[in-house]
């Protein structure tokens, strides 16, 4: 039975079925490869607040230990991924709560979304949202899907892509830690919504598989060449 749909793709309960990481918090070194990214993005700055929008099992919080902010806050729809990051992580609030419906008056110096828009229904009014929530020269930093790297057939993945009458796919693929679907957005899409809301554009780039990532997993040379996401750096 085919999983490509939109509802599918917006839908939290896919998540509860995917291991992304060990119960330990270990990351995947894909997501020690985002680590990387943020690192030096935000590192050698002094910030006191963070929103971690699709926060998992926590897996970035102890980055944003490390570089020193006093206020981290998750928003998680998965109730599975905030047993496990309360189990990891006790003194880290995290909010039950899709992105949607996540109501807060607090402001904060920093939002972050890593692999999360491409499951969030409307990339206009997350890019909105975000921009309340975010104190005068706040940063919102973006790391999602590329459009190639998702509808590339790899790895032995099972794909099934269809384009969408707005320039959006939906990809569902098969990987070795289960089924995910997902909206993958142009960068142009980003890039528009941000400008409509005012944002400064501080930086758009694709990111490459690092020398690290594949000593860490060897798999990732053959695709090497292929953008694996794309970053974006949006101020306030």
């Known amino acids: 039975m085919s999983d490509l749909s939109f509802e599918k793709a917006i839908d939290p309960s896919q998540y509860d079925k995917i291991e992304w990481g060990s119960k330990e918090g270990k990351p995947s070194p894909i997501r020690n490869f985002f680590i990387e990214i943020l690192r030096k993005e935000l590192g050698g700055h002094q910030y006191n607040s963070v929103l971690d929008i699709g926060s998992g099992i926590g897996h970035m919080f102890d980055l944003y230990k490390k570089l020193g902010f006093k206020r981290i806050v ?16 006790s003194d ?12 807060s008056d607090e402001k904060f110096n920093v939002a972050t979304a890593i692999m999360v828009v491409l499951h969030l229904p409307e990339l206009n009014s997350v890019i909105q949202k975000v921009y309340s929530l975010l104190e005068e020269s706040g940063l919102f930093l973006i790391i999602d899907a590329d459009v190639d790297y998702e509808t590339k057939p790899k790895w032995g ?23 995910i679907t997902s909206i993958v957005r142009p960068v142009e899409h980003f890039i528009k919504a941000a400008k409509k809301d005012s944002f400064k554009i501080v930086k758009q780039e694709p990111l490459f598989a690092s020398d690290e990532l594949i000593k860490e997993a060897p798999y990732y ?13 949006f101020q306030k």
């Open 74 to 89: 998750g928003v998680e729809p998965s109730q599975r991924n905030i047993d496990i990051s309360k189990s990891l992580h």
């Open 92 to 103: 880290i609030q995290v909010v039950k709560a899709s992105f949607q419906d996540f109501k």
């Open 157 to 179: 993945w099972s794909i099934e892509i269809e384009k969408q009458q707005d320039g959006n796919y939906l990809v569902s693929s098969e990987r070795k830690y289960g089924k």
């Open 221 to 233: 040379t053959e695709i090497r060449n292929l953008p694996l996401a794309q970053l974006f750096v």
